[in-house]
T-cell receptor, first 116, second 113 residues
């Protein structure tokens, strides 16, 4: 069964500090990997999407990296702000889903708290 | 989340009652989804619709039915609500371009007592 494991489960850092969130997956072959930000009480919002051939993708202070050989991705947040407090979800799409349901596999997310 | 509208936002049901969660898009995309999100479980797919008139079961379809009568709307129905269906429900749609981005609605908080 395809799996996506995220670590840490939760993280608390001080405002202005950097942090890195991890995502390990077993989906293979895979098509793309996405990172989403979910604010409390809101729906997830896309941060980055990387295909299997991409190594890095940035979106402002968010930088995602991908190592398709080791099946690992990371999301690096630079100079954190209070508004970065949220859950961050890693989502992996298989190359061949079958069954018509796309086969998207979601991680359980990392809950990030930025303290002033 | 612009482009995906879910209603209602909050709902409390008694066990055995029925209700329908509505989802509408204004982005003209084919693929639409219903997910539920529970603490410690992540998002799980209930049903998926690749296009108008077609639906497929996801990971956790039991106790739910869906309807995709037109391209714009995808509804989720609970025929006889159970406490185990207490959850947050998200409608989503997948854009073809760019990059197959998935857009989520704001969520519907459902409590079954």
């Amino acid at each position: 069964k395809n799996q996506v494991e995220q670590s840490p489960q939760s993280l608390i850092i001080l405002e202005g500090k950097n942090c890195t969130l991890q995502c390990n997956y077993t989906v293979s072959p895979f098509s793309n990997l996405r990172w989403y930000k979910q604010d409390t009480g809101r729906g997830p919002v896309s941060l980055t999407i990387m295909t299997f051939s991409e190594n890095t993708k940035s979106n402002g202070r968010y930088t995602a990296t991908l190592d398709a050989d080791t099946k690992q991705s990371s999301l690096h947040i630079t100079a954190s702000q209070l508004s970065d407090s949220a859950s961050y979800i890693c989502v992996v799409s298989p190359m061949y889903s079958g069954g018509g349901a796309d086969g998207l596999t979601f991680g359980k997310g990392t809950h990030l708290i930025i303290q002033p | 989340n612009a482009g995906v509208t879910q209603t209602p936002k909050f709902q409390v049901l008694k066990t055995g009652q029925s209700m329908t969660l509505q989802c509408a898009q204004d982005m003209n995309h084919n693929s639409m989804y219903w997910y539920r999100q529970d603490p410690g479980m992540g998002l799980r797919l209930i049903y998926y619709s690749a296009s108008e008139g077609t639906t497929d079961k996801g990971e956790v379809p039991n106790g739910y039915n869906v309807s995709r009568l037109n391209k714009r709307e995808f509804s989720l129905r609970l025929e006889s609500a159970a406490p185990s269906q207490t959850s947050v429900y998200f409608c989503a749609l997948r854009a073809s371009l760019p990059g197959n981005t998935i857009y989520f609605g704001e969520g519907s908080w459902l409590t079954v007592v």
